[in-house]
């Protein structure tokens, strides 16, 4: 894009009827239109480039703003809330002076093109974007949706995802500790790879994205900007895939760790002495999102030499180097005293750092190439003003008919041999067999600090060694529940995370989503989206859990196929001291087992409807939010007081998958007796939600139900940890070693 | 008296503090070296750390040898200084040369985690004294290039001297040579190996298991009682 004579301001405004490639970049007509009215003028193609990346969907919410207002208007009242949404991530407060912060980010479109380096560079992002709020990284999750298991597209994609997040989160030194792997032939060709993190810090170390203090110093750190992820943002994860465009792999990022790595120590020192004013990480839509947000969010202007950042490729036109997306960089802003310092802290740690502007007095962000002014715009133009739609929406015709066609009609087992074989058949399915070959590709132990980590409930970090506090994190999110109602499917989303959190004896605080729908474009799709954010808010207010912050990601669908509506949702949580955690696997023989919560006929888009009869259709599981909260007080009373010695949550498979989880990780059987009222087959296969299953010591059995009944929760003694099988009393049973076959060996079949 | 034990942080180190942690809970006094300073601060004895120095671009350890700090570990460890190198650390120990054989990426080609299942062969070792010989240990292992070889005639003397100091059972992880997961020098004061001690110390956290701590008690009581 580069041409002679350099694109000045003054030269757009002498040359108001050139005509400049908006349309590739992805803008449309309007919205060149409004930027033309921002400016009083053309924009210089350093201005076009900057509006087109900032304006897109990925950094704007053009499409989602509308909806995403609710969860700042009905958000609860939280004590816990340090830093709310709209900066780089939500920060809450745990206690003892700790603060945490955590988000969940989407990396699904690059991840499809290009599997290693895409979700490589998804775990770079979130993880920047943690060191920007002040805090230590200290854990990682990766929520995960593939196509069919046995898609051979499957075994292209997944593996470089895998090896991907274990590469890059590895080398970064942070243990992975959770997240879940789905598979569903809806994300064939848009398969999801959210990422989250979490990181520590103390309450007085929170920085913010902001440019404040006149004079104050611009710099740039970390990696030189290349030629790689321009237009990422706008052209990658704002569009749809289409067949008959040419490939969009340069358009993906190519991570390293090792700098990344260099970056967290030399970021981390620099804040422990003090040295930053305001902070921003370089991700989507690269130098262009860093200035314009970092001067916005400030009380001043800003200037910034473009010709003094580092490159790898000289050859760079400065509409480039404002759109590049090369990663490990990002942008401090540094009282002039302390900037020799600064760049002392860089030159210890190798890294590459230059003052590339300062703060000024006035209120515009200029930026200056070879002499000449290639931008002089308002930031807020830029990082807020985007547009915002109200896309029109309808609930699908379909709908209704999706809901009639209800599982609760499907044939189901009539013997004691049909339910033994749905039952194999339902643990080694991809969905609910072990995951552990793609988990072992992950570090869970680096840091020293991990208290529990996947398959158990939630993933739990210590914080603090001498008191014991800690964090706990589940996300999840089921698409089929969604998909039959999208309301009540992100409720479930964030009640089963609620849920997790709880069964591992941490309380639940605060709430991190990341969205994930086909294309707004589509009126049926932006109902699921406005649907579930409703949900989502309503559930949110009424459990107590602020949104702290979170991402959208649109236009999962590829030509008309859209994926199921998909609204991942992280739950945070603290228990006082980690010692008194929770875990899934059964640890005692003759310990007694308890089902909490009530059991329903409710098998809408259950793992059963589909292991079994490949079925989506019906209702999804009720959601009763005050029954989560009962639930979650009972399983964290009884965690603190000692009277659970395991517990898991129900959710996707029922109370068989969760018993087979506990025993096949404990090493330990189960008898269970079905009882009164309930058939063996809902009893095993229903996913009713608000439940779980714990394991009591004899000794504490009076107390336990003291408190369950006191409390109003209802609670039924179902059978006793025992024996080296799990034995349906009266129905069947199937030993360890055939469960464990089946469960473990499904995934290596498929992918090693 | 303690004993002060150096931990090593080169650029792209990670496991450097959770081994600092190791060596005080063991009741030693941990000492944090600079990849860039010769100096080795009076410690008496040196760890090199796990992770990905230098991302493990070009080869593991095959940069971090070259660090100044490695000048002098090489030197001291020569005439005696205890060192052990984990994981990264026991890669860059073969890259200088103060352990024969060199890690190879796994044979299955992905990075493992694991619990992992060891015996210990050697506890003439200045740090596995604390050990019983022939002691079946459990501590987590990480890696993506973990594959212990040596040709042939190495790897027969190295079984007939009695330095081979740990090896893998039931499960080989990584394709290393004769189930080999960790070695020593003739001296018996430099020690490396794939596993990862420093995360089998504290019941609560890893794998809940502290069959790790031995190392560090070991060195400890081999310092102070000398």
Known sequence: MSRTPLDTVEHAAATPDVELPWAELGLKKDEYERVVEILGRRPTGAELAMYSVMWSEHCSYKSSKVHLRQFGEKAPQSDALLVGIGENAGVVDVGQGYAVTFKVESHNHPSY???????????????????????????????????????????????????????????????????????????????????????????????????????????LYGARTGGDGIGGASILASETFDDAKPSKRPAVQVGDPFQEKLLIECTLEAFAEKLVVGIQDLGAAGLSCATSEL????????????????LRDSTLS??????????????????????DRFLEICDKWDVIATVIGEVTDGDRLEIFWHGGKIVDVDPRTVAHDGPVYERPYARPEWQDALQADDAGKLPRPATGDELKDQVLRLVSSPNQASKSWITSQYDHFVQGNTVLAQPEDS????????????????????????????????????????????????????????LNFGSPEDPAVMWQFAEAIRGLADACQQLGTPVTGGNVSLYNQTGEAAIHPTPVVAVLGVIDDVARRTPVAFQEEGQLLYLLGDTLEEFGGSAWSQVVHDHLGGLPPKVDLERERLLAEILISASRDGMIDSAHDLSDGGLVQAVVESALLGGKGARLVVPDGLDAFTFLFSESAGRAVVAVPRSEELRFNDMCGARGLPVTRIGVVDGDAVDVQGEFALSLDELRTAHEGTIPALLA | MTARIGVVTFPGSLDDRDTQRAIRLAGAEPVALWHKDKDLKQVDAVVLPGGFSYGDYLRAGAISRFSPVMGTVIEQAKSGMPVLGICNGFQVLTEAHLLPGAMLGNNHLH???????????????????????????????????????????????LEAEGRVVFRYLDFNPNGSLRDIAGITNEAGNVVGLMPHPEHAVEPLVGTGRTDGLPFFTSILKKLVNA
């Open chain 1, 459 to 514: 993933g739990m970090i210590r914080i603090d060694e001498e008191s014991g506090l800690g964090v706990a994190i589940a996300t999840d999110g089921n698409g089929r529940y969604a998909k039959l109602d999208p309301y009540t499917g992100a409720q479930l989303a964030l009640a089963e995370a609620y849920r997790n959190v709880a069964t591992t004896g941490a309380k639940p605080l605060a709430v991190s989503d990341c």
């Open chain 1, 318 to 339: 400065p509409e480039e180097i404002l759109m590049s997306e090369s990663q490990e960089r990002m942008c401090a802003v540094v009282e002039p005293e302390k900037v």
């Open chain 1, 113 to 219: 093109v290009e599997p290693y380096q895409g979700a490589a560079t998804g775990v770079g992002g979130i993880v920047r974007d943690i060191i920007a709020m002040g805090a230590r990284p200290v854990a990682v999750v990766d929520p995960l949706r593939f196509g069919a298991a046995d898609h051979p597209d499957t075994k292209r994609v997944l593996p470089g995802v895998v090896a991907g997040i274990g590469g890059y989160g590895n080398c970064l030194g942070l243990p992975n500790i959770g997240g879940e792997v789905v598979f569903d032939a809806c994300y064939q060709g848009n398969p999801l790879v959210n990422a989250g993190a979490i990181g520590v810090m103390r309450h007085e170390d929170i920085h913010l994205a902001k440019a404040s203090g006149t004079g104050n110093k611009v710099i």
């Open chain 1, 295 to 310: 001067a916005s969010n400030g009380s001043g202007g800003m200037r910034v030499t473009l010709d003094d950042v580092p």
């Open chain 2, 111 to 157: 990075f493992i985690c694991r619990d992992q299942k060891l015996r210990v062969e050697n506890t003439d070792t200045a740090w596995t004294a604390d050990y019983t010989a022939g002691q079946e240990i459990h501590v987590p292992l990480k890696n993506m290039d973990g594959r212990y070889v040596a040709d042939e005639h190495t790897l027969d003397m």
